[in-house]
């Protein structure tokens, strides 16, 4: 009887879900929603009304703030079960710096990183800073900067480049990003009356970029700082 009655439930939801799909306009119809409506906005509105340029920033960190509050939230609770996890883990620095299966890297590796780390550190910094304008952005630049740490530990060795972050603040960079868009957020909540509001004046504009550039930092160095202690909390040295 339960195994009935759960075909029928499951028919019918196929059945309404089918009806909804088949009521969507075709893939790629100009009559779409998306861009009779929505987007024909933000491309018109998007620039003066958020105090940024690059649409995609504008619809990311302002129209759609709260999704992408959420999504640094779900990054940051991603590392919080990796912690929890790997409770048992010990600090690198109660480990040897390398282990019976470790390969050194090879020297031209070892060159390789060392000559490009400045030149990707400026390029992730420019990234964040200038995602408002160009494209790019915190999640973008946060990438790089995960990333270059990540190829710096395998070439400098773990205690070497656990100097690249500091250790004693580390709990609160990690978390730098949902902190940030809450702070952005009551901001706009005490000077124009919403959570996560930008001011819309001309004039003020300046101070929705400033915000916005706020956002992008806290994202960039939260992110990286997320995804170099989930590279180290999974290789079991940190």
């Not at 089918?18 to 009521?23: G, I, K, R, S, T």
């Not at 019976?100 to 060159?111: G, L, M, N, W």
């Not at 504009?205 to 550039?213: F, G, I, N, Q």
């Amino acid at each position: 009887m339960k195994r009935a009655l759960t075909i029928v439930l499951l028919i019918v939801l196929a059945a309404v879900l089918l009806n909804a799909v088949a009521a969507l306009p075709p893939h790629g119809s100009p009559d779409t929603p998306a861009y009779t409506h929505v987007g024909a906005y933000y491309l018109e509105h998007g620039p003066e009304e958020t105090g940024s340029e690059n649409v995609v920033t504008s619809v990311i960190l302002n129209y759609r703030g709260f999704d992408t509050n959420g999504e640094v939230t779900v990054i940051v609770t991603a590392l919080m079960a990796v912690i929890a996890v790997l409770t048992g883990v010990r600090d690198a620095g109660n480990r040897p710096d390398t282990d019976a299966t470790h390969v050194e890297p090879s020297v031209v590796v070892r060159f390789i990183v060392r000559v490009l780390a400045p030149f990707i550190l400026v390029f992730a910094v420019y990234v964040i800073l200038n995602g408002h304008v160009t494209p790019g952005g915190g999640f973008q630049g946060g990438t790089m900067l995960g990333a270059l740490v990540i190829a710096l530990t395998l070439v400098l060795g773990e205690r070497e480049s656990a100097k690249l972050i500091p250790q004693r603040p580390i709990r609160i960079i990690q978390v730098i990003a949902p902190l940030t868009f809450v702070a952005v957020g009551l901001a706009g909540l005490i000077a124009w009356g919403d959570f996560l509001s930008f001011p819309r004046d001309e004039q003020l504009r300046p101070v929705a970029e400033a915000m916005l550039v706020l956002i992008e930092a806290g994202i960039g160095i939260g992110g990286a700082v997320v995804f170099a202690r989930v590279f180290r909390l999974m290789g079991g040295r940190s």
